[in-house]
């Protein structure tokens, strides 16, 4: 301590927002966060990230920032930890029924939130079409990208947590589901 030693190791974001984009591509890929072996290093990020949110939680000090917050709930993870904890008392479940571990907000809070930023953003400018880099909530942008994905992964009969009912929600604030300004050209090549 007197020499000044640092007794947490500093975050090197330039790493964090490597394995960040490795886990956004996973999930664009797969659309769901349950990593496989086969890919341990990235399964084993996941799962500190996970670990640092808790600590957060409970208050103790903790790595994580509000923008890495910011950054993966854009990707509506879920923060339950993947694994089964016959040793918890606690009556939460996953989204696949098994009995987890709760560390954090569910996906529908997560999901419900960006849609109420989306809401006022709307309100205030009159349309959905959050800009590039937006600065007031810079996951807002991809959230709504992600959204556009979703949609079109339910289209296609593949895994996604786009619902019927987030559907309606986002279709009745005028969500546009095409991003391009010139629709038909987009519809052309679609």
Known sequence: ???????????????????????????????????????????????????????????????????????????????????????????????????????GHNTDVIWTTQYEKLREFKARVGHCRVPHRYEESPSLEFWVRQQRCDYNQLKRGKHSPMTTRRIQMLNDIGFEWVASTNKKAWMKWY
């Open 1 to 103: 301590n007197d020499i000044g030693f640092e007794w947490v190791a500093s975050t090197n974001k330039k790493a964090w927002m490597k394995w960040y984009g490795q886990l956004k591509q996973f999930y664009l890929r797969e659309g769901h966060f349950r990593i496989p072996n086969t890919q341990r290093a990235l399964k084993d990020w996941l799962f500190g990230q996970r670990a640092q949110y808790t600590k957060l939680q409970e208050s103790k000090d903790t790595q994580i920032t509000t923008e890495k917050i910011e950054l993966l709930n854009a990707l509506s993870i879920d923060w339950f930890v993947p694994q089964e904890d016959s040793s918890s008392t606690t009556n939460d479940t996953s989204p696949s029924g098994s009995k987890a571990k709760w560390i």
